[in-house]
Each structure stands twice: as C-alpha cells, then as structure tokens.
C-alpha cells in the first residue's frame, strides 16, 4: 500500500521531469560492449603502491609519515590543501599496510600530464586495517557531521574534475539547493565504469545519493542517465523501489545518448531546463551535481566509515584480452592492471588515460592510478589510426552543428591561425569546453582542440604580459607623478624657507580647502593677488 | 609514434573532404540524367571538357604552387567546380566556352585566392558569370537536337511526351543526335564531309522561365499567358523533371547530413512569397507564377548544390538564414527586374560578397552568454527555503 501511495504522491504531488533537447552533440560509437561483459573485479594487493598526493604547485602538502614508517590500511598519510578557491584539506590513506619506502614525483594516470607527489608503499601482505567506525543511520546525522565524515574520508569528484566532494557540500551549503543530479550519463566512448557500477552496486549508490542528497539539503535528487544503458537502468529501478519502501526518493530521468551529454552543464540544461550562464556556478541556480563514483564513494564514507582508498576504472582497448572493470586501490600501478587484463603487446601501440574523445596519452606503464583515473586504454594501431593528413577548412559548419556550447569551431579556427585573440574572446572561445567533438566531425581532419588549447594559453599570457605592462606602466606613471610633485613642492617650499616659516604655516592653516584638499579658483587667485601685494610691500621697503 | 596524433581526440567521425565530395556528386547525378534525356548528348559533352580541363588547370596549380598533387586531387573538389559548371552552360556549347569558363574558375577564382577553402566566390559561379558577361549569345541559347524540334511531336495529357516506337527516333539520345552534339562541341571536326546545316539549323532555346521572360517583356505571347502551353517545345516539361531530379538530389545531401536544410529552405521560401506576393494573373506585367519560378529555371540546383557550396557560404546557422534570403530575393528581381536572363549566378556571387559581414554579425547564441537578466531574477527569487 505505501508503495502505491508513494508513486501517487510522486505523480500528482511533483512534477515529473522529462529530458529535453540540448544544442550540439554527436553521436560517436561507444566501443563499451567488451569491457561490460565481465563483472567488477577487485584487484589483488599489488607488492608496491605509489600513492599520489598532488601535484607541486596544487596546493600546500602535508606529510604525516615520513620514509621508513609502518603504516596500516586507512591510515592518513598525508592532508593536500589545494589552493583552488573554496577548498578544504583532502587527506590521502593507506590503501593497505606496508612500509614507506620513498616520497618523490612521479608520473600518475592523469589527464594533467604534470608529475605529483607520491608516497611509494611496499605492501606487506598482511593488510592490517585500522577500526573503521560505520554509521548505518545516516539519515540521524546532521549535515554537518555527514560532510565531516566524507571530508576525513579525503572523497573527491570521482568523474574526472577531482574538486573536493566536502567543499562541493558545505561551501554553498547557504543557499538552498533545489536539485541534487547524480550523474549516471558517462557519454565518453570506452569508459564504462559507473555503468558497470550502477549494474552491479545500484542499491549502494542509490544510498550515496540520499546521503549526498542529505548533507547538501537538496529538495529533490535526481539520477540522470542515458537511455541506452539498459541493464544500469534496470538495476537503478530495482534499488529506487527498494529505496522507496523506506520512504526516500530519487527520481530517474532517462536522457537521450550522446556525447557530451555528461557534460555539467549541458546535462543540467537536459534534466532541469535551466542554462547556467557563463561565469556562475551551478549552485547560484540551486543546482549541484555529483558523479556515480562519488555518491558510492559518499556511501562508502559515511555508512562504512572506509576512507576514499579505492576506485573503479575501466580498463579496455584492442590490445587487452579480457577488458574489464576493476575495483582498484589508488596507486596500484598501471603495468600492473593492464597484466590482469592479459595484455598483448605486439598489438599495443599506446595507453590513453581517460576516454577517446578528452583522454590523453600516457607516457610510461609505471604511472599510479589516482583517485581520478576513469579509464585506461591500451590502444592498437587499428584502433585509433593515424589521422588523414590535415586539409583546409572549409568552413561545411559539421563542427557548429556538433559545438555542445554553441559556438562557431570554424571561425575560432580562422581566428586561432590569425592570433586574433580579440576575436577569440569575442566569438567565446573560454566557452569551449574541450569536449572534441568538433575535432571528431572535421571532415578536414583538423586538429581543432590542440588549436584551441594553444590559442587559450596564447590569450592567458597576452593577459599576463597585459597585467604586468599595466602594472610598470602604472609605476612608471606614478614615479612620474611623484617627481614632478617633489619637483613642484621643492619649488614652492623655496619661496617659504626664504620667509618666516611660521607665516607660511600660518598661510597653510588659514588656507581653506574644500573637501578633496583642493584650493578653490577663486581662494587661489585672491592669494595670489595677497602674494604680488606682499612682494610689491617688500620691494618697496627694500627700495626705500 | 610520429604519425600519431598527440592530443585528444583520438577517435574520429571517419569523414572526409573526398567522401563530401563524392557524395555531392552523386547526388548531381538524377539532375544530369534528366538534363540528358531531354537535352541530349551535349550535356555530357560539356561535363567531359569541363572535367578534364578541370583536373588539368588544377594539377597545374597545384604543382605551381608546390602541392602534392595527387592528395589535393584526390579531395575530388576540383570535380564538383567542373561538374556544377559544366550543367550550368548550355548543351551544344563549342568546346573552347566551356574550357575557358573552367580554366577561369579553377585558376583565378580558386587557386589564386589559397585554393580549397579559401575562395571568397563560388568558382563555379565565377567562371559562368565571367562567360555571361563576355560571350552573352553563345550563353543563353539551349541547343536541342534538330529533328526533337522539328519533327511531330506527341504529347500524352500529361503534357509529358510519349515515349512510342514511331516516337523513339525523335529522342536526343539518337546517334544523329550525338553527332550534332559533338559537331556543337567540336565545329573544327566538321571539316567539309558533313553538311552542318543539316544538324545545326538553329533552334535555340532558353529555359521556360527565360521565354516567359521575353515573351512578357515583348509582350507578344502575354495574351497566351492562360490557355495554351506557351512551351509546347517539350521545354517545360524538361526543367521541370530536371528540377525534380536536382531536388531529390537537394534531398539526398540533406538526409545524408552534408549540407543544412537552412540555405536551401530560406532560398526557396523566399523565391517561393516572392513569386506568390507579385504574382499577378492576366495584367500585362507577367511576373510568372511561383511554380514557374520553382521549376521553370534552375532554381533548385542553385538553392542545393550551388549556394550551399560551404567554402563561399555563410557558415552560421542564422547567417545561413539570412545568406539564403539574400539570395533568394537576388534571384526574384534579377530575374523579374534585371536585366540578365539567368540569376543564380549573380544572385549567388551577391550572396558571396555578404558572407564574411554575415558570418561576423549573425551569430548563434552561446550557451552560458547572454542570460544575465535571466540569471539576476532567478538569483533574488532564490528565497532561503532551506529545512
């Protein structure tokens, strides 16, 4: 009967939301069937773990075990303040027990391509855990304390941006949240990682969302996926029932499959309706939006009490026999996953980090997954081929049409090869979100997103070398400024040294100002008229 | 690892330049074929000189100007210039019209503005315009076999001729008909053997909308204008079913993604009001009717496989828009008004030269841009509802 009840509340009480139709997109083939044919895997503890803390420069890291130490498994072994705006301490754990044998940068599994801190762990074996303290009635605990526990849990962004999933909470925790989207859609080609989750672990990730839901006192949680994800919708219907009975919701909206349908805010403009303008934050709209990943990783948190000490990352590509998905400890190698997957290596041509269409190329085997590592491809030669030599533009507008943000790819290419940065900024080349899709259309086979990141850092540093001239220009105009009014007051001063100096303090205090210091015209002219007259006194006394 | 591409994406739509290009002209291909059968072997013809003068001027060029020749070739580009000039000329042109009309497009409209991508004009358009402006007599004439004229014609109530075995030697794709055409193409072939003058007796005729023009502007036929087919030629018919083929082609393009319903659409609508606005039955003013205007001419290769040439177009949707209205209306008073008797050409390179300013100032809205009264109010509704 309450079930019944439920689903006429939810009909006739809310408004059912319905996916609508956002600009741009493609439609790219997914690749994603191989790596869904094996279930979760959770990987063996490898010998040695390199633990990434961040990279230099991200912001300010603090050690608390040093080279040599025995550390247990959830054991903190570091705290990384970023210095992104709004951000809190991310601590970093022990994926199992072992001894520290070195901290240095490293190469990780990341679409930076930047070396980080890594904290090197020789596994022992034994796997000794520290207590964690689970708290199976979350819905009892405040908002606060759900946001302490997934911040010392060190939880962030599980899709790829990585921003702490507390900060995310707390932060804009004044102003009321009108919509939680839990981001199923996962349009990349290749990645199947939430959606592998979704199938297997719905229930749990269903209950990440209520948390998430929760601690960010959203009025409404919402799970968007793609249509076309068959047995992750299937399983998702299956937990929201469940769920249902113990009186919670979600709701599941079902959007139409393309690429970038995953992007924030295109997927906020498909569920919801509302465009975020440029420059404002989702939660200015009363939207938040987390990923699958990190409502699992919320869930994790907080009912488990388990610190963020594991992910799951697709592994997939020609040159891997069993593509599959693995529940894998930060810092495990990638070497070592990809042996798991049975790699053969005359057919591997190149690893990519990340999907098809925004991954990028990983240098070395060695490099450590961290917690925002998605993804692997160990590529063939078939797989992603040489591209077609580079052709002229000509200007066909496929490139426009497939633009999620709606912008002219063409002329920001024209403009890119002029170095019109002008033109850039006017025609919203910062609006581009680097999706590709524009590059995957070009029937010429340019190489837009390269030209755009390039024609970015070309604006950024026109911006800076601008900052800087205005800054010595400025200084320069002040020195300036600055002599010729010692110059002036040297000139004037001369006068009154000659004379009585308490006459001319006198002078200066009688002087009346208005309110900005200045001397009126009037109050000038009749001292000056007062000085010729003092003068023409003196000569005469002098000539008498 | 060197011919790899460094940064994302790695995966691709597998599209290129030539398969476009190909594409293009197969979807020519319905439009020739009924040019073909009612005009004859001239068509061909000229498609054959205006490729392989096409394929020459641009090898040419390309080897000036230090290109591999053979990858620029293969883009299939220079093909589609050669074809849409080559259908645009009249059958039964001699050979050195279509020749220099190709050379002028390829070289001087293309090759010397960049090359693929970055002519301002249409090159195809180009090199007609330049004909038009320099041989006028030998442009506006449609030489049609002798003997289809001439001899009886049979005509079924649909006004379609009959296709009868007494009528079969009366189509142009006879042999005699593919001589004419060559000795058209050719005249210095007619060395003294053959009597030209049995073949080339003269009928010149223009497209229905351009007899209609003349016949309006003299005013003689203007009291036929109702009643009996002024085109009982066979002319009419002709461009009509050439006009379907083109627009079932327009259609191909369209459903295979490779050009935008925006131009061909706006185009058409326009010439369409225009011609139903000014239409005006039985005055002395003929305008001709907007299925005139639709059918009669070449209104519907110039609205799909002309004005849509990417490289000359605009290339933002509502500068599409705009771009086709532009020439839409170009098209209607030059033909109503102007004083030429073919307008897509004209009309097309007008729509040229406003590109660039369209592209500039008709741009879509970015996503994210220009909300900010939208996203001010929503900001003082957000009233604290927090539990």
Redesign the interface.
């Known amino acids: 009967m309450s079930t019944l009840k439920q689903l006429a509340v939810r009909f006739f009480n809310s408004d059912p939301i319905f996916a609508r139709r956002t600009?741009g997109g493609?439609q790219?083939?997914p690749f994603k069937e191989r790596s869904l044919r094996s279930r979760i895997m959770s990987t063996p503890i490898p010998q040695q773990l390199t633990i990434p803390i961040g990279a230099e420069g991200s912001g300010e890291i603090t050690l608390l075990v040093d080279i040599g130490d025995q550390v247990r498994k959830y054991q903190k072994l570091a705290v990384l303040n970023m210095s992104v705006e709004g951000c809190s301490d991310v601590p970093v754990h022990a994926p199992t027990s072992g001894v520290i044998t070195s901290i240095e940068n490293l190469i990780v599994a990341d679409h930076s391509e930047q070396q980080q801190l890594c904290i090197s762990l020789a596994a022992d074996g034994h796997d000794e855990a520290l207590q964690l303290e689970p708290h199976t009635n979350y819905s009892q605990l405040s908002s606060a304390d759900i946001v302490s526990l997934i911040r010392d849990a060190g939880v962030i962004g599980m899709g790829g941006a990585g921003f702490p999933t507390a900060d995310k909470l707390s932060i804009y925790g004044?102003?009321?949240i009108e919509f939680l989207i839990i981001n199923a859609a996962e349009c990349e080609?290749y990645i199947t990682a939430d959606e592998s989750l979704l199938r297997e672990r719905a229930d749990r990730v269903v209950l990440g969302a209520e948390i998430l839901k929760q601690a960010s006192?959203a009025?409404r949680c919402i799970i968007a996926i793609e249509d076309t994800k068959l047995d992750a919708i299937a399983a998702l219907k299956q937990a929201l029932q469940n769920e249902m009975s113990l009186d919670q919701t979600c709701e599941l909206v079902l959007i139409p499959s393309k690429y970038p349908a995953g992007s924030e805010?295109?997927l906020i403009?498909c569920v919801t309706g509302?465009?975020?303008?440029?420059g404002?934050h989702p939660t200015?709209?009363?939207i938040v939006m987390h990923n699958v990943g990190t409502a699992y990783a919320a869930y994790e948190a907080v009912v488990e009490g388990k610190p963020c000490i594991s992910r799951f990352t697709t592994l997939c590509g020609q040159a891997l026999k069993t593509p599959k998905n693995f529940e894998v400890l930060i810092g495990t190698a990638t070497g070592f996953l990809f042996e798991l997957c049975g790699i053969e290596a005359s057919l591997e041509?190149?690893i990519?980090v990340?999907g098809?269409?925004?991954?990028?190329?990983l240098g070395s085997d060695k490099a450590a997954i961290c917690k925002t590592t998605n993804c692997l491809i160990a590529?063939s030669a078939i797989e992603?081929p040489?591209?077609?030599?580079e052709?002229?533009?000509?200007?066909?507008?496929?490139c426009?049409?497939a633009c999620?943000?709606?912008?002219?790819p063409?002329?920001l290419f024209a403009f890119s090869k002029t170095l019109d940065t002008t033109q850039l900024l006017e025609?919203?080349l910062l609006?581009c979100i680097?999706c590709?899709a524009c590059?995957?259309?070009c029937?010429?086979?340019i190489?837009l997103?390269?030209i755009y990141?390039e024609s970015k850092k070309l604006i950024e540093t026109r911006s800076q070398s601008l900052e800087r001239s205005d800054y010595w220009q400025q200084r320069f105009q002040f020195r300036q400024y600055r002599v010729k009014k010692e110059k002036d007051q040297a000139l004037s001063r001369k006068p009154d040294a000659s004379l009585k100096p308490k006459l001319a303090a006198e002078q200066a205090v009688k002087t009346p100002k208005d309110e900005q210091g200045f001397i009126s015209k009037e109050q000038a002219s009749r001292d000056i008229a007062a000085a010729v007259a003092r003068v023409k006194a003196r000569r005469n006394e002098k000539n008498k | 690892?060197s011919?790899?591409?460094?940064?994302?994406?790695?995966?691709?739509?597998g599209?290129?330049?030539a398969?476009?290009m190909q594409t293009l002209l197969y979807a020519l291909l319905p439009g020739i074929f009924a040019s073909l059968w009612f005009f004859g072997f001239g068509i061909l013809i000229n498609i054959a000189i205006s490729i392989s003068f096409a394929v020459i001027a641009e090898a040419a060029m390309l080897r000036l100007r230090n290109r591999d020749i053979r990858?620029h070739l293969s883009?299939r580009?220079a093909l589609v210039t050669a074809l849409l000039f080559a259908i645009a000329i009249p059958p039964g042109s001699p050979w050195w019209l279509v020749a220099l009309g190709i050379v002028f497009a390829v070289v001087i409209v293309k090759h010397l503005y960049g090359?693929?991508?970055?002519n301002p004009f249409n090159p195809a358009m180009c090199g007609y315009a330049m004909l038009l402006l320099a041989f006028p007599l030998e442009m506006t004439g449609w030489h049609i076999p002798n003997e289809v004229i001439n001899g009886p014609l049979i005509v079924d109530n649909l006004g379609i001729p009959t296709i009868t075995p007494e009528r079969e030697f009366l189509s142009p794709l006879s042999w005699s008909g593919f001589k004419q055409a060559l000795l058209l193409a050719f005249p210095f072939a007619a060395s003294g053997a053959i009597d030209i003058s049995e073949f080339i007796d003269g009928l010149a005729m223009a497209t229905p909308l351009i007899e209609f023009k003349m016949a309006g502007k003299s005013a003689i036929f203007a009291a036929r204008e109702s009643g009996a087919s002024l085109f009982a030629t066979g002319s009419e018919t002709a461009w009509e079913i050439i006009n379907i083929g083109y627009l079932f082609g327009g259609l191909f393009l369209l459903y295979k993604k490779i050009i935008?319903w925006h131009i061909p659409l706006a185009i058409i609508a326009t010439v369409f009001v225009l011609a139903a606005l000014f239409y005006a039955p039985g005055s002395v003013a003929i305008y001709g009717t907007p299925y005139l205007h639709l059918f009669g001419s070449a209104t519907m290769i110039g609205a799909f496989f002309i004005a849509t040439d990417?490289?000359s177009?605009a290339?933002?949707?509502p500068g599409?828009l705009v771009y086709g209205i532009i020439i839409g209306v170009s098209i209607y008073s030059i033909r109503v008004w102007g004083s030429y008797l073919d307008s897509i050409a004209f009309a097309v390179l007008f729509g040229n030269f406003c590109a660039p300013i369209l592209?500039q100032y008709c741009?879509?809205?970015?996503?994210?841009?220009g909300?900010?009264g939208?996203?001010e109010r929503?900001?003082s509704n957000?009233?604290?509802?927090?539990?």
């Open positions: 600009v493609i790219p083939h004044e102003s009321a080609p006192a009025r805010r295109q403009q509302s465009e975020i303008a440029t404002q200015d709209n009363g041509q190149r990519i990340g098809s269409l925004m991954g990028s190329q590529a992603f040489t591209p077609e030599a052709q002229a533009c000509i200007r066909c507008g496929f426009a049409d999620p943000s709606n912008l002219l063409q002329q025609h919203g609006d680097e590709g590059d995957y259309v029937p010429s086979h190489p997103v390269s990141k | 690892m011919g790899l591409k460094a940064g994302a994406p790695f995966q691709h739509s599209r290129n330049i398969q476009l990858s883009d580009s090359g693929l991508g970055h935008s990417p490289v177009a290339t933002t949707r599409k592209d741009r879509p809205r970015i996503f994210g841009h909300l900010r939208k996203s929503s900001r957000e009233a604290p509802i927090k539990p």
